[in-house]
């Protein structure tokens, strides 16, 4: 919960800075998601957040900044683990049913649906070049992952782009169901989804039931 303006901070305290920092993060995805990004000010993200709007450009240079770092972090944590997962051995059909899973739970967890905010207009400007960077690497480890998954169940790969574009497809469709079913069952969700990926790659019933075994 983002703090009440006024609050007092401890000063010269490292940990401090990193609660501020989180703090406007926070009040920032909070007004982006309700009252809309073009709508919120940078004194309303500072008050939102109880600290002097100097103190918030101290940590980012203005509502751009505070966007990125959002959209950042709804990708940054799934890239890391299909990095991780392309260095395993593990079978392909379980290393993606693994990767789907947990990009479903980042994007429907935590309070706010932060991928709603991909589709922003401004999301367009270069200023957001590096979301678009990170993003385009996420899909493109699907798409690796998923004509692997293929190949290994069916014996060949289709041909491009292959079945990565409907897996990340399938994925990202989540923002909008969770825009539509607030209360939406993030566990059921993201194990249904993970079982979908599978079924695209041609995953039998029980290839799927043995890709998500532990």
């Not at 450009?57 to 991780?84: I, N």
């Not at 070049?129 to 060949?156: I, P, S």
């Amino acid at each position: 919960m983002a703090r009440r303006p006024g609050r007092p901070r401890a000063s010269g305290d490292p940990s401090g800075d990193r609660d501020t920092r989180q703090d406007v993060l926070a009040a920032a995805a909070a007004l982006f998601c309700t009252v809309g990004f073009t709508a919120t000010s940078t004194r309303a993200i500072a008050e939102r957040a109880g600290v002097r709007q100097a103190t918030m450009y101290h940590h980012f240079a203005g509502k751009d900044a505070l966007l990125l770092e959002l959209l950042l972090g709804t990708v940054r944590p799934s890239v890391e683990l299909a990095d991780a997962l392309a260095e395993s051995t593990e079978d392909p059909a379980r290393r993606l049913w693994t990767l789907a899973r947990a990009d479903v739970q980042l994007l429907l967890g935590g309070e706010l649906n932060l991928g709603a905010l991909y589709v922003l207009p401004e999301v367009a400007g270069e200023q957001f070049v590096a979301f678009h960077a990170l993003r385009d690497q996420l899909r493109a480890r699907y798409a690796d992952l998923a004509a692997q998954a293929e190949e290994a169940v069916t014996g060949e790969r289709s041909a491009a782009p292959g079945p990565g574009p409907l897996v990340f497809g399938l994925v990202e469709s989540v923002i909008l169901r969770r825009r539509d079913e607030p209360d939406v069952d993030l566990e059921g969700v993201a194990d249904a989804v993970a079982d979908g990926v599978l079924r695209l790659v041609g995953c039998t019933p029980a290839q799927v039931a043995a890709a998500r075994l532990p």
